[in-house]
């Protein structure tokens, strides 16, 4: 029975070492199709057992990072028909994790609330695209993927990915301007 026991463990540390330089990409992956922490760390999870079940050597394949989004992504399509009757949401205490950002010491107290200010904005606007715009601009502008990444992990045409793009962008650019924050008067310095 030890001998069984010490296989598991080596076995689980290999899988470990396989998936952890992927493991913040698929939680952000996870996190911007579900818009719920709670949400994108049970699909994760899922998709782990599952990787884990069917002894999936990450190794192995020529390009990890694109099939494991693949996978992730057909695990959050089949999480989401499972739990159709609870609708996709956005936190409001999650709606300041949409954009990501580091930190950077060098702004002062200004620019570091402009900065906040910003990227609340337009985490509001990014909340009003449909869907299928919405992650497909925070995938390629925002996490980096090429769209041929893209195109494959989520099987959609090349070409349908860049006019969903494209429509994203304007429609991204619409609501921003439409929904401009307006200047407060009192911080006008009156010269």
């Known amino acids: 029975m030890a001998k069984i026991s010490l296989f598991a463990g080596r076995r689980a540390r290999q899988f470990e070492k396989q998936l952890r330089p992927h ?3 698929l939680y952000r992956y996870a996190y911007r199709l579900t818009r719920s922490r709670e949400d994108a760390e049970d699909v994760v999870q899922d998709l782990l057992v599952r990787l884990y079940e069917k ?4 190794d192995n394949l020529d390009n ?3 099939w494991l989004l693949k996978v992730l992504y057909r695990q959050f399509i089949d999480w ?4 159709q009757r609870t609708p996709t949401r956005l936190n409001d205490e999650n709606a300041d994790d949409i954009i990501d950002t580091t930190a950077n010491e060098q702004l002062n107290p200004e620019q570091a609330l402009q ?3 910003t990227h609340k904005h337009l985490s509001h606007v990014l909340a009003q695209l449909n869907e299928e715009h919405r992650i497909l601009i ?3 502008d925002v996490e980096g993927f090429t769209l041929q990444e893209i195109h494959e992990a989520v099987d959609v045409p090349l070409g349908t990915l860049k006019s969903r793009l494209h429509r994203g962008r ?3 650019r619409a609501i ?3 929904h401009r924050e307006p200047v407060d008067e009192s911080q006008r310095v009156n010269g």
């Open 64 to 66: 990890p990072k694109t």
């Open 176 to 178: 921003y301007v439409r």
């Open 170 to 172: 304007q429609q991204l």
């Open 138 to 140: 925070m995938l390629h």
């Open 80 to 83: 989401q028909r499972k739990n």
């Open 23 to 25: 493991l913040a990409d």
């Open 115 to 117: 900065q906040d200010q």
């Open 55 to 58: 002894q999936v050597a990450i």
